[in-house]
T-cell receptor
Framework: GAGVSQSPSNKVTEKGKDVELRCDPI?????LYWYRQRLGQGLEFLIY????????KSGLPSDRFSAERTGESVSTLTIQRTQQEDSAVYLC????????????FGSGTRLTVV | QKEVEQNSGPLSVPEGAIASLNCTYS??????FFWYRQYSGKSPELIMS????GDKEDGRFTAQLNKASQYVSLLIRDSQPSDSATYLC???????????FGKGTSLLVTP
């Protein structure tokens, strides 16, 4: 597509529920990243996918977080048993290769856990 | 831990002035450097990239890189109120795969 597409744009969920966030990268971009941005804070790296290589999961804050991506297509970020501290904007970005040329970000999913 | 440090601001400059935003980084292996602009409630937007020492100009924006001092800066000439945003410095190294972002500097351009 023309840009990075994320859905839903907003999600309100009850504490303890599972949520799934979706990212559709720019066509041809082999690298895909998930970041989290809490209110008034910087970008926190979560996970990186590069083609069919094993993902870099070093930023995932707990085992409640997981992400998948098939090849160079759509990625889903799943948060199980959501907690209030999970409330944040979840940003997806894609790039041609390993971010060496910079990222293009999607518009984000604003997650609110009540 | 690879750190990217920025002054949080806010940095306030009058319309028409030069805004100077600074960033330092800790990883000497860093190779690629980026500036992103983030308006309130929006996602970051790439505005400049720089890969070698010196200056790189694009319109009203100039990025400056000094790898020996581990320092990168962004100058905005003829600042406009529409430049009011948070500016994020991001750094990539060959030893890692994801950009490390600073917390951003808030810029306010007053009419």
């Amino acid at each position: 597509g023309a840009g990075v597409s994320q859905s839903p744009s907003n999600k309100v969920t009850e504490k303890g529920k599972d949520v799934e966030l979706r990212c559709d990268p720019i066509s041809g971009h082999t690298a895909l990243y998930w970041y989290r941005q809490r209110l008034g804070q910087g970008l926190e790296f979560l996970i990186y996918f590069q083609g069919n290589s094993a993902p870099d999961k070093s930023g995932l804050p707990s085992d409640r977080f997981s992400a998948e991506r098939t090849g160079e297509s759509v990625s889903t970020l799943t948060i199980q048993r959501t907690q209030q501290e999970d409330s944040a904007v979840y940003l997806c970005a894609s790039s041609l290769y390993r971010g060496n040329y910079g990222y293009t970000f999607g518009s984000g999913t604003r997650l609110t856990v009540v | 831990q690879k750190e990217v440090e920025q002054n949080s601001g806010p940095l306030s400059v009058p319309e028409g002035a030069i805004a100077s935003l600074n960033c330092t980084y800790s990883d000497r292996g860093s190779q690629s450097f980026f500036w992103y602009r983030q308006y309130s409630g929006k996602s970051p937007e790439l505005i400049m990239s720089i890969y070698s020492n010196g200056d790189k100009e694009d319109g009203r924006f100039t990025a400056q890189l000094n790898k020996a001092s581990q320092y990168v800066s962004l100058l905005i000439r003829d600042s406009q109120p529409s430049d009011s945003a948070t500016y994020l410095c991001a750094v990539n190294s060959n030893s890692g795969y994801a950009l490390n972002f600073g917390k951003g500097t808030s810029l306010l351009v007053t009419p």
